[in-house]
């Protein structure tokens, strides 16, 4: 019999605890994917947030710690450092990364920490039941911006890939998008380069997903996905923002 | 054994390092900026890792990234710095794992000042951040003793995956002593719990967080349990002119220091003092402060704060109308001569 499509063997048995049309599931997968291609699922230490993802190490067959909200960053240093033959990768959403863990992500950038970052963007707080992010967009609707995110009174989203690339620790930056089919395979195309390149000893990796929320949106899983491709993406433009092929 | 000069913290350096040390992260302030320089060269020498980190915060969760490895790993900072580590520590503690805190303690509530302090004693034994939870806290009182209690802090920290606090202060972190060293340490504990990735075994998670019914109370019951250990197995203290004494001082690290200054004067002048003090200030030698104490008229309590380990001797001694106190908050330190009219006065 020719199996055509099964489990990886990067993930457990667990049935998720995500909503349904939750992009968190499919990444879980396609990190689970790359890793099985990459041969490394021995090799490997995740470090889940504190967000919806929480419980990741619950879903991954392999090594993982938890780590407090918006430290990923710090603690993958921390395993890397101690352990550099390890593939160490961080998985943050919007809050963890680029709110309280802001200085974090910075910093691990900056030094050129040989690690890959998982970057969840669905522009919301999912874990807290909706309040705003800080890549909420302008005019967006959450529980702490209920007439719509007022940027004269709120403030601006971060566009995070961007604001790494300015600095010349990182090494590979990609923003994709989980809003079609071509975004997922992409994504995971985004996944397996950030792994290798810290295989390759290159230095920092960071894919940027746009994933749906649709609980906190208020949108079904269809409609999720293409606000996600017609509205998200235009202001989180998708593509390659560093990829610096020799070794640091 | 070798003898060599050192500040206090390139003392406790040489102590972590002497225990196998190999990770270090720590941001600058003073007064311990000598200890983030003094690793930034002693790390990489003996083949360990040194980060500085671009704050406490990140500071402590890299030694949390480090520890899970199975690392001996350590950071420090004086109080400012450890109030911002405090959520680490909680996670230390909550997830089980070792690793070794230095605070050199300094004037506060706030900026403070940069002046040798203990006002940090009631958010080193009483949790300091959140949860029910406890940390071995070591108060030494000469250079020898920061290098020694260091050592000693990681295999307390191994032996019951737990963070352990040494508790210095600005005055012991500045100044030189010689030290005698101890040869580097090959042997150390093997650990079963760590991450290294799970070649040849099932994969594992280290973590603080249980969510199911019951669980949490379960784990912090068996976290309990492994503190009543600590507080039967490691009470240390050390008494000086104790066998015959009517007024005994009950003091830690610098101010004990200076306090058996005083004792020594007071009984050149036939004054029947003694001294008692606690090396570990969690877990506090209550029992043995309690029976020491029976034979006193009078206690007093010597902190250069506004009176913190007060409370655990009122707790140990139960008889509050013995115990006097005699304090110098906001970076004060006595003189023996102070001390010791104080001990005449009471
Ligand atoms: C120090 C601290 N502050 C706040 C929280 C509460 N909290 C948990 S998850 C979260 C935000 C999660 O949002 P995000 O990182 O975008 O992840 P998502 O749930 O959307 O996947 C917050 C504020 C916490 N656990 N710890
Ligand atoms: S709340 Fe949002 S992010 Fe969280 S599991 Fe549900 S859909 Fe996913």
Known sequence: MNVLYKKPESLTKEITIYCPGCGHGIIHRLIAEVVDELGIREKTIGIAPVGCAVLAYNYFNFDVTEAAHGRPPAVATGIKRCLPDRIVFAYQGDGDLAAIGTAEIVHAAARGENISVIFVNNGIYGMTKGQMAPTTLPGEKTTTTTKGRDTSYHGFPIRVCELLATLDGSAYLERTELGSIQGIIGTKRAIKKAFNCQIEKRGFSLVEVLSACPTNWKKTPAEAMAWIRTVMANYFPVGVYKDIKEQV | ?346
């Open chain 2, 1 to 346: 054994m070798r003898k060599v000069l050192l500040t206090g913290c390139e003392a406790s350096g040489e102590g972590a390092i002497s225990a196998g040390c190999t990770f270090y992260a720590g941001y600058p302030i003073t007064p311990q900026n000598r200890f983030t320089e003094y690793m930034s060269d002693r790390m990489p020498e003996s083949k360990g890792v040194f980060i500085q980190a671009e704050s406490e915060i990140a500071a402590i969760n890299m030694v949390f990234g480090a520890s899970l490895t199975g690392a001996r790993a350590m950071t420090s900072s004086s109080s400012p710095g450890i109030s911002l580590k405090q959520e680490g520590i909680s996670y230390l503690a909550g997830c089980e794992l070792p690793a070794v805190i230095v605070n050199m303690n300094r004037g506060g509530p706030g900026l403070g000042d940069v002046t040798p302090s203990q006002s940090d004693y009631f958010q080193s034994t009483r949790g300091g951040g959140h949860g029910d939870y406890r940390t071995i806290v070591l108060a030494p009182w000469s250079v020898q003793e920061i290098y020694d209690l260091t050592y000693l802090a990681f295999d307390l920290a191994d032996r019951y995956r737990t963070p352990v606090l040494v508790l210095a202060d600005g005055m012991l972190a500045q100044m030189m002593e010689p030290v005698e060293l101890l040869k580097t340490k090959k042997r150390l504990p093997k650990k079963n719990w760590t991450l290294t990735g799970c070649k040849g075994r099932k994969p594992r998670s280290i973590k603080s967080l249980f969510l199911s019914p019951g669980v949490l109370e379960t784990h912090n019951w068996k976290l309990a349990r492994k503190y009543q250990r600590i507080m039967e197995k490691e009470q240390i203290y050390n008494t000086y002119m104790c066998t015959d004494m009517d007024i005994l001082i009950v003091s830690f690290g610098t101010a004990a220091r200076i306090s058996s200054e005083a004792v020594s004067m007071a009984r050149e002048q036939g004054i029947r003092a003694g001294l008692f003090r606690p090396v570990t200030l969690w877990p506090y030698p209550s029992g043995v402060l309690n029976k020491i104490s029976e034979k006193a008229k009078k206690i007093l309590v010597v902190e250069m704060n506004c009176g913190q380990m007060l409370d655990d001797v009122k707790i140990a001694v139960r008889n509050d109308s013995r115990i006097f106190f005699y304090g110098r908050p906001g970076g004060g330190v006595p003189t023996p001569e102070e001390i010791l009219k104080e001990i005449k006065r009471i």
